[in-house]
């Protein structure tokens, strides 16, 4: 029999309609077509222009302005200039760069330790041991502030009666110079060395078991192993992690201006608190938009010279 069963017959009256609705689609203006994409994107790149590009060029304009309000003025270079001239952006970029240069080799140096020894085969529990080096990255920088500074208090804080109870001498964590970058120091470190021992721990799960093994069975020692296999498979997470952590610092804020306020004698202000007092304790929106992008150029700089050291060789 030649004709068509009751039950094929919906399904073939289905592929017509589906083939007509095909063909009509594609007779549509092409215009529409090629609009669709930018129409589903317009939302996002409206919301990017609004909040992101146009605050940018904004800035980089304003850093061209003296004067604040309606009585802004053209100045040219003079931001610029004067920055070269202004020893309280030089003492808080020194600040921000001595911060960085102890924090960041010190905070990834104990990352990767911690991380190696969650990875190994003797640890148990490892996902518990995760879900708690990695805490301290979910509390909000206000209440870390909030919570070292009472911890580091001179008189009745908790590290200096540690300090006193085993026989060594307390500490003026929060009114010495040198002690209150410390403190930012040991704020950060605390606060992220296991959100970048995470990192390095997925990093640590993808290199192959069979590299270790081979290794052992040459005679490789456990330093050997870890100098010659984990660190350059690590290479990629370790420029991740360095970069990453270098423009956080030197964008660092929230924890000084919580712990010590830019204090004691401006000892602890970064740029980035520099920039605030600027612009919104001064309102001199012109000369903070000129450090803002001091500071870019800087980022910038630094980026390109880790990617430079630390990046691929053959690329």
Same mark, same amino acid.
């Given at each position: ?147 070292? =500074?009472?911890?580091? &208090? ?8 540690? +300090?006193?109870? /085993?026989? *060594?001498? !307390? @500490? ?47 005679? =490789?020692?456990?330093? &050997? ?8 498979? +690590?290479?990629? /997470?370790? *420029?991740? !992690? @360095? ?73």
């Amino acid at each position: 029999m030649t004709a068509a069963t009751p039950s094929a017959a919906p399904a073939e009256e289905l592929a017509k309609s589906l083939t007509k609705e095909v063909v009509r689609s594609r007779r549509s203006p092409r215009w529409r077509r090629a609009a669709l994409p930018y129409l589903l994107l317009a939302p996002a790149l409206l919301t990017f222009g609004v909040f992101k590009a146009y605050p940018i060029v904004d800035s980089l304009l304003l850093s061209f302005t003296t004067g604040s309000g309606t009585a802004t003025r053209a100045a040219g270079l003079a931001n610029y200039r004067r920055l070269l001239d202004d020893p309280l952006f030089w003492t808080a970029l020194r600040n921000t760069g001595e911060i960085l240069v102890v924090q960041v080799p010190l905070m990834l140096g104990l990352a990767l330790l911690m991380a190696v020894g969650i990875n190994s085969a003797l640890v148990r529990w490892r996902a518990v041991w995760r879900l708690g080096v990695f805490m301290p990255a979910v509390t909000g920088l206000v209440a870390t502030g909030v919570m070292f =500074a009472f911890l580091l &208090r001179t008189d009745d804080g908790a590290v200096n009666r540690l +300090l006193d109870a /085993v026989g *060594l001498p !307390t @500490v003026d964590w929060l009114g010495q110079p040198f002690w209150a970058r410390m403190s930012v120091v040991l704020v950060l470190t605390w606060h992220y060395t296991g959100y970048n021992a995470v990192i390095y721990l997925a990093g640590l799960q993808s290199i192959p078991r069979e590299l270790y093994e081979a290794a052992m069975v040459d005679g =490789a020692g456990p330093i &050997r192993r870890f100098a010659s296999i984990t660190v350059p498979a +690590l290479r990629p /997470v370790l *420029l991740f !992690t @360095v970069v990453l952590s270098t423009i956080g610092t030197l964008q660092l804020f929230d924890e000084p201006y919580v712990l010590t306020g830019g204090g004691p004698d401006n000892a602890s202000l970064t740029v980035s608190m520099y920039l605030y007092q600027n612009g919104f304790r001064y309102f001199d929106f012109g000369y903070a938009s000129a450090i803002a992008y001091a500071l870019t150029l800087l980022v910038s700089v630094l980026g390109a010279v880790q990617m430079r050291l630390m990046g691929d060789k053959d690329t």
